[in-house]
C-alpha cells in the first residue's frame, strides 16, 4: 500500500519562514504534488515534483527527494491567509493522486 | 485552469435514502473524473477514478455497490450515495485533470457536504 506522512500541526508567526515535511511509501512513484486547503473549501493546487530538487512558485517551494522518500513545502514570508490545511499527494502513472495525512499550518500575528 | 462545479453544495437526507451528487467540467472535456471522501478534520481519501464511457475503479475499501459512480459525458460524472446511512456523512469532492496539458495538476470542485439523519 501507499503511505505519505505528514505532521498533524505547524505553527509560525506572520513574516517567517515554515516547511512542512511529506515521508513516504509507496510503489510506482511518479510524482510528488502539494496542495492547500481552507477549511470548507476545495484543495487548490500548489506544487509538483517529478524530479529531485527544489520547484519554486513565487513565495512557495518544493522539494523532492527520491533517494530519500522525502518532500517539502516551504512558505516564505508567511501571512495570515497561509492558514489551512496542506497535503503532499502521491501520483502514480495514471494521474491517480494519493493524499498524505495533512497540516494544519496556523499563522499568528 | 478547468472550473469544476457540483450539486448540490449540500445536502441533509434521512437514513436508507439514496443520494445523488453530480460534477461537472465546465470549460473543457473530462475523460477522466476522480471522487473523494473527506471526514472533519482529515485527509481526503480517493473512492474511485471515473472514465468516461466505462466502468469506474474504485479504490481497495469502497463499496462499489454503495457508492455508483457514472460517467456518461465528458463533462459530467455523478456519484449516488445508495441506502445512505449516518457513517455515509461526509464532505464529497470531486477532481478532474487536464492529462493532455497539464497531467500533475488536478482541479477540484467545490464539495457537497452530506448529512445523512
Known amino acids: 500500500g501507499q503511505s505519505l506522512e505528514q505532521p498533524s500541526e505547524v505553527t509560525a508567526v506572520e513574516g517567517a519562514i515554515v516547511q512542512i515535511n511529506c515521508t513516504y511509501q509507496?510503489?510506482?512513484?511518479?510524482?510528488l504534488s502539494w496542495y492547500q486547503q481552507h477549511d470548507g473549501g476545495a484543495p487548490t493546487f500548489l506544487s509538483y515534483?517529478?524530479?529531485?530538487g527544489l520547484e519554486e512558485t513565487g513565495r512557495f517551494s518544493s522539494f523532492l527527494s527520491r533517494s530519500d522518500s522525502y518532500g517539502y513545502l516551504l512558505l516564505q514570508e508567511l501571512q495570515m491567509k497561509d492558514s489551512a490545511s496542506y497535503f503532499c499527494?502521491?501520483?502514480?502513472?495514471?494521474?491517480?493522486?494519493?493524499f498524505g495525512s495533512g497540516t494544519r499550518l496556523l499563522v499568528r500575528p | 485552469g478547468a472550473v469544476v462545479s457540483q450539486h448540490p453544495s449540500w445536502v441533509i437526507c434521512k437514513s436508507g435514502t439514496s443520494v445523488k451528487i453530480e460534477c461537472r467540467s465546465l470549460?473543457?472535456?473530462?475523460?477522466?473524473m476522480f471522487w473523494y471522501r473527506q471526514f472533519p478534520k482529515q485527509s481526503l481519501m480517493l473512492m474511485a477514478t471515473?472514465?468516461?464511457?466505462?466502468?469506474?475503479?474504485?479504490e481497495q475499501g469502497v463499496e462499489k455497490d454503495k457508492f455508483l459512480i457514472n460517467h456518461a459525458s465528458l463533462t459530467l460524472s455523478t456519484l449516488t450515495v445508495t441506502s445512505a446511512h449516518p457513517e455515509d456523512s461526509s464532505f464529497y469532492i470531486c477532481?478532474?485533470?487536464?492529462?493532455?496539458?497539464?497531467?500533475?495538476?488536478?482541479?477540484f470542485g467545490p464539495g457537497t457536504r452530506l448529512t445523512v439523519t
Open positions: 477532481s478532474v485533470s487536464d492529462r493532455i496539458l497539464i497531467h500533475y495538476e488536478q482541479y
Open positions: 509507496t510503489s510506482g512513484f511518479y510524482g
Open positions: 515534483n517529478a524530479l529531485d
Open positions: 499527494g502521491w501520483m502514480d502513472s495514471s494521474y491517480k493522486l494519493i
Open positions: 470549460d473543457f472535456q473530462a475523460t477522466t
Open positions: 471515473s472514465n468516461e464511457g466505462s466502468k469506474a475503479t474504485y
